[in-house]
């Protein structure tokens, strides 16, 4: 079964530092999506992504990030510089949209566990 | 926005019936799903409404009423690997239909 894949599963870096997330949607799906969790906290929409572009972002998401599909098979999440609460479990997601077939809902990939010290 | 309730955490025995129940007040609304998550992992679909009523699906049904921003998940026959978190989320009528998710129950499944 297809699914979402993500690396590194955990990064650790120092404060200041820029990092990137990676992720590899379903081959199929049009529409990409970041949320984070921190730790013991509930699951918060970062953005959303669509004909290579951004479609919808969230307060959080401010000028330190940045999002890119640099080809075919992977989105990226960019943190300029990172800063101490920005450690979270990152979560990238894909969905068909609009698939009269599907309820559409969200495919979530493993996630990445972003430290920053 | 949207602001959506759940309780926080609930406990039950193995091979009973347990209720999470989930209200939500939205401007917009396109559908609401139940995710299951394991500590540590990433969330995974369990169930999806956007018409009211029931929807089963094995062990598991969710429930929603749209005139009372309610829904509820139903899960029968607990099994001790039902302990986890279940996230409420709702859809936004949104170009790219958004989810945004309540804090989650943890429900702890006792012998």
């Known amino acids: 079964e297809p699914e979402v894949t993500q690396t590194p599963s955990h990064q650790v870096t120092q404060m200041g530092q820029e990092v990137i997330l990676r992720c590899v949607p379903i081959?199929?799906?049009?529409?990409f999506y970041w949320y984070r969790q921190i730790l013991g906290q509930k699951v918060e929409f970062l953005v959303s992504f669509y004909n290579n572009e951004i479609s919808e972002k969230s307060e959080i998401f401010d000028d330190q990030f940045s999002v890119e599909r640099p080809d075919g098979s992977n989105f990226t999440l960019k943190i300029r510089s990172t800063k101490l609460e920005d450690s979270a479990m990152y979560f990238c997601a894909s969905t068909p949209w609009g698939d009269p077939s599907s309820y559409n809902e969200q495919f979530f990939g493993p996630g990445t566990r972003l430290t920053v010290l | 926005g949207q602001n959506i309730d759940q309780p926080t955490e609930m406990t039950a025995t193995e091979g009973a019936i347990v209720q999470i129940n989930c209200t939500y007040q939205t401007s917009g609304f396109n559908g609401l799903f139940w995710y299951q998550q394991h500590a540590g992992e990433a969330p995974t679909f369990l169930s999806y409404n956007v018409l009211d009523g029931l929807e089963e699906k094995g062990r598991f049904s969710s429930f929603l009423s749209r005139s009372k921003g309610y829904s509820y998940l139903l899960l029968k026959e607990l099994q001790m690997k039902d302990s986890a978190s279940y996230l409420c989320?709702?859809?936004?009528?949104?170009?790219?239909?958004?989810?945004?998710f309540g804090d989650g129950t943890t429900l702890t499944v006792k012998p």
């Open positions: 989320a709702v859809r936004e009528d949104t170009n790219a239909g958004k989810s945004t």
């Open positions: 081959s199929n799906h049009l529409y």
